[in-house]
């Protein structure tokens, strides 16, 4: 096992290297050891020792009490960051969520209470060597995901478990082991003792780290966890869910305003075929935020109302205009672009099933169509080349009638944008006028 190197930062050896010279074992541990070992650069290095955290606060000079009851103690290296150090612990008493903990044992015994055998190796920097008690590197090798210990009594210790094996295979790939799905399956009636904070975290994290989500959403669903804790989305079409595999992770773009859009975007799209009403109750089940609920709720109902239609216009060679400007309008100027990118996404998954939808070249004439009309034409009532307080310089009172004029004069701007122009929205708008 020498052959094994994992290049922990420096800043990381260091506060390693301190507690060691103190005459405290100190390994780093969990996912960065894991994710070394897997080639993927980690930033969260976590670290276990043998010191108590009084040790620990004393050792350093910049420390932060982030996790004080479970003896995590927040250490800043010389690279600026927080690093976690938690003294060696054991589970002594869980109620499936929550677990009592106690100090003063071994590095093993710490190990032993983790969850997966790829999340329970730990790596000494100061000795160069790894430790690795229930086969966590050969379950990487095999790519496989394995309880700790007997897995039925490790999903019961804590019902999360089920959903992050999940999503750690999803994430890399990997296959769940047999015994291990079983207890996943078992737990499944039981993870209704989970709050549903953390279920969300769940469901985001596998959003956020997870590339082609549409396989852990499916395990959600063949273990019986989705029909418990998402069940509006136990009889949703595969398609809405291998929609999310082509939207790109939100990690791989620089800009945070586009990554928020990516996120949003996952999170919407399994919700979006059950229709407005649907997708808002189900994602507020889920305390997703207000601006999440309404983003995926509006999508929703575009899908609905206008989804068919523009399916069919994409196919045109010149999709009519008016139809084009009659959708943008209803969906919101500036929500056409993210509304697009759903509708894409979905037309996308549906073809890799062979299931008849727009082609590629298609929904890209389609979109590029559809921004020009929603950021040029005239779409929306403050658009139109009159307003409220011209109508009622010519005797319209702010009212049921206003609203009507206004809305008539949209449609017709809709059929032909050459007609928003002052003199000619005012002589509809007095025509209207007469008649009343
Ligand atoms: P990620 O990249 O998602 O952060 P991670 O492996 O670092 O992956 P964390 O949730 O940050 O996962 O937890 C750190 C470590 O703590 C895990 O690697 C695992 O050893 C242990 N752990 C976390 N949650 C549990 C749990 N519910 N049951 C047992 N051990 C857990
Ligand atoms: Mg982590």
Redesign the pocket.
């Known amino acids: 096992m020498h052959d094994i190197v994992v290049k922990a930062p420096d800043a990381v050896r260091e506060i390693a290297d301190r507690l060691e010279g103190a005459g405290h074992e100190t390994w780093c541990?969990?996912?960065?050891v894991?994710?070394a070992l897997l080639g993927r650069a980690?930033v969260?290095w976590?670290l276990a020792t043998a010191a108590t955290p009084a040790e620990v606060k004393r050792l350093f000079p910049r420390t932060v009490p982030v996790g004080i009851e479970h003896g995590t103690i927040g250490v800043f290296g010389r690279d600026g960051r927080l690093h976690e150090v938690t003294t060696f612990r054991a589970d002594v008493e869980t109620d499936g969520r929550h677990a009592v903990v106690t100090f003063g044992v071994s590095l093993d015994e710490d190990l032993a209470?983790?969850?997966?055998t790829i999340?329970?190796m730990a790596w000494s920097p100061s000795r160069q060597e790894l430790r690795d008690p229930f086969g966590g590197r050969a379950d990487l090798e095999a790519r496989r995901v394995r309880a700790v210990g007997e897995a039925s009594r490790r999903m019961a210790e804590?019902r999360?478990?089920a959903l992050?094996a999940i999503r750690f295979a999803a994430r890399f790939d990997f296959a769940i082991d047999a015994d291990t799905w079983r207890a996943i399956v078992n737990s499944a009636p039981s993870l209704t003792r989970l709050s549903v904070e953390r279920v969300m975290q769940e469901w985001t994290?596998t959003l956020q780290?997870v590339r082609c989500p549409s396989r852990a959403f499916e395990q959600w669903r063949t273990s019986g966890a989705l029909a418990v804790l998402v069940p509006r989305l136990s009889a949703v079409n595969p398609v809405c869910f291998e929609a999310v595999d082509h939207v790109p992770l939100p990690s791989s773009s620089s800009r945070p305003e586009r990554a928020a859009l990516r996120l949003v975007t996952r999170l919407a799209l399994p919700f979006v075929t059950l229709g407005g009403r649907e997708a808002r109750a189900a994602l507020t089940a889920l305390r997703a935020s207000n601006t999440d609920v309404a983003f995926a709720g509006a999508v929703a109902d575009s899908w609905i109302s206008g989804g068919p239609e523009l399916e069919r216009l994409a196919a045109d060679d010149v999709p009519d205009g008016a139809a084009l400007r009659r959708i943008a309008s209803s969906i919101g100027r500036m929500r056409v672009p993210a509304t697009l990118r759903v509708f894409a996404a979905i037309w996308a998954a549906r073809r890799d099933r062979g299931v008849a939808a727009p082609t590629g070249p298609q929904v890209a004439r389609l979109a590029r169509r559809m921004l020009r009309i929603a950021f040029r034409d005239p779409i929306a009532l403050s658009d139109l080349a009159v307003s409220g307080d011209e109508l009622r310089t010519i005797g319209v009172k702010p009212g049921p009638l206003m609203g009507r004029i206004l809305h008539d004069l949209l449609q017709r701007v809709l059929v032909d944008p050459a007609i928003n122009t002052h003199d000619q929205l005012l002589a509809i708008a007095v025509q209207h006028v007469e008649e009343n």
Not at 29 to 32: F, I, K, P
Not at 113 to 116: H, I, L, V
């Open positions: 541990v969990g996912g960065a894991r994710d980690d969260d976590d209470r983790r969850d997966f999340n329970a804590d999360l478990r992050r994290k780290q």
